[in-house]
């Protein structure tokens, strides 16, 4: 299976790092192709700029000249997430949210033309991600997961999993959030990257 991970941290140290690791490890222990997209190595710009949003308008009706309108890193992108057949994001959840190039890659590669259309009337949209059989999102915080989910609605999984995804038409979608990762003992977040790396070296 061809899975495309998309990360996001900016620094090498982080748990995040370890999380990626795990992932990798996994995959590759079962025998998947894994292709990396690592954001801040990339220099991604997150910012949807006014030739962006133009690009975005004109899709429905001109679909080849609003991708023509698109950067360049974004296209290989687009090659990327096409040939996909399973996508997974790790990323950090800061002030409820995901980190501002997560936000960006999702605002520049779920758009009309690379990850859907819409239908005649421009009323539905229909996924144009072929191969992809599904989508895991990876997360870490230090707010307890009680009050992420009581107190700010498990923001990430109703924007993301809930919404975007579903919206376009992704019927397999998980969420794995490791929270207080801050506070977790040594033994917990190996035993967490363990279970990670299991999880993934069973993908089918």
């Not at 941290?9 to 192709?33: F, K, R």
Request: include cysteine.
């Amino acid at each position: 299976m061809r899975v495309l991970i998309v990360f996001n941290h900016p620094y090498s140290g982080s748990y995040c790092n370890s999380v990626l690791n795990a992932t990798m490890d996994g995959l590759t222990q079962a025998g998947h192709d894994v292709d990396l997209i690592h954001l801040d190595r990339d220099n991604f710009d997150p910012v949807m700029r006014e030739k962006d949003l133009k690009a975005f308008v004109m899709a429905k009706d001109q679909p080849q000249q609003a991708l023509a309108m698109l950067d360049p890193q974004v296209l290989d992108y687009k090659t990327r997430l096409q040939a996909a057949e399973h996508l997974i994001f790790i990323f950090p959840i800061w002030w409820e949210l995901m980190p501002a190039l997560t936000k960006g890659f999702i605002d520049k590669l779920v758009f009309p033309g690379i990850a859907y259309h819409y239908n005649a009337r421009g009323t539905r949209m229909h996924c144009d991600l072929s191969k992809l059989k599904g989508v895991t999102m990876i997360t870490t915080m230090n707010t307890p997961s009680l009050a992420y989910r009581l107190l700010f609605g498990n923001a990430i999984k109703k924007a993301l999993l809930l919404g975007t995804f579903w919206k376009i038409g992704i019927k397999q979608r998980h969420w794995l959030n490791l929270s207080c990762v801050k506070f977790a003992a040594d033994n917990k977040r190996q035993r967490w990257l363990d279970d990670i790396q299991a999880k993934f070296a069973s993908l089918r």
